[in-house]
Each structure stands twice: as structure tokens, then as C-alpha cells.
């Protein structure tokens, strides 16, 4: 006679966060084909790369950067590899061009 299988009322309902925080634990960023690299020189620190990226994987950090011209930053942008995706959003977003999409073996 054949195992029983459980029936679909036992499965958990999808769509539904069980534990929160739990996305901390999955390190997405082996998908990526091409990385984004921020030119920290050209950067002119408008935030969008970081409110657009769909995964926070560019995080805002309070270092002090002097760009090639002398100019101080009280902050900079650094990405997250372990959770960057690579879907190019940052860099379609950036209005300076500041973000460079490049292949994940380089």
C-alpha cells in the first residue's frame, strides 16, 4: 500500500512571514551575474540608490570620504555583496552615473 502523503490543508499558507527578521539568515547574493560598483568620486550623495534598492542591501554609513576634487562627505554608500541581487536598479537610478554594473568575475 502507498505511503500517505499530507493532504494540502497541512501545508503553511504562502505569503505569510512566520518569523520576522527571518530574510537576515538567507545570503542572496550568489544570483548575481553583474555586481554595482559605486564611484565614490562622482557619487553626490542623493540617497537613491539606497531608498530604491528593493533588497537595503546599499547601506548608509557615517565614514567620512574626500573625493578626488577635496570635497568632504560626511557619509557614504557601500553595498551589502552578501544580499546584492544585482537587478541594476541602483545604478538605472543614479542621476550622476555614479554606479557601474560589472561582471560578478572581475
Partial sequence: MAEAKPGWKSLPPGGIIVEPGSSLKYKTGTWRVVRP??????????????????????????EEYVDSKGRRWNRTYIINYDYCKGCGICAAECPVKAIDMVPEHQ
Fill in 37 to 62: 560598483v559605486i564611484n565614490q568620486d562622482k557619487c553626490v550623495r542623493c540617497r537613491l540608490c539606497w531608498l530604491y534598492c528593493p533588497d537595503a542591501a546599499i547601506l548608509e554609513t557615517d
